[in-house]
């Protein structure tokens, strides 16, 4: 078994910034690609970003390209996402998933095996 827990979520004015991690513990060998995937309330849970398990390939939503970086220490079995110029409608719940299957990164969550219990990150206007 896997654990994740993520850490860094809180409020912040648009245009500013924040920066998530996701602390994995248990069975780290086994995990392979990670990623971040964000709730609204009232909304589905949509993919944000992930990334591959040695780090060099990494995939965005086109709504966070070039404001959102994630990375991954695997030494410190933790991933981070660095969200800049934040917008109101980044406004939701960040989850963290690990994949135990897949080496490069992905946007489905059905296809990740372990899930954070989830930071909440709220951007005013």
């Known amino acids: 078994q896997v654990q994740l827990v993520e850490s860094g979520g809180g409020l912040v004015q648009a245009g500013g910034s924040l920066r998530l991690s996701c602390a994995a513990s248990?069975?780290?060998?086994?995990?392979?690609?990670m990623g971040w995937f964000r709730q609204a309330p009232g909304k589905e849970r949509e993919f944000v970003a992930a990334?591959?398990?040695?780090?060099?390939?990494?995939e965005y939503a086109d709504s966070v390209k070039g404001r959102f970086t994630i990375s991954r220490d695997n030494a410190k079995s933790t991933v981070f996402l660095q969200m800049n110029s934040l917008k109101p409608e980044d406004t939701a719940v960040y989850y963290c998933?690990?994949?135990?299957?897949?080496?490069?990164?992905?946007?489905?969550?059905?296809?990740?095996?372990?899930w954070g219990q989830g930071t909440q990150v709220t951007v005013s206007s």
């Open positions: 248990g069975r780290t060998f086994s995990i392979y690609a």
């Open positions: 998933a690990a994949d135990r299957t897949y080496y490069n990164p992905h946007t489905s969550s059905g296809e990740y095996d372990y």
């Open positions: 990334i591959s398990r040695n780090g060099l390939s990494t």
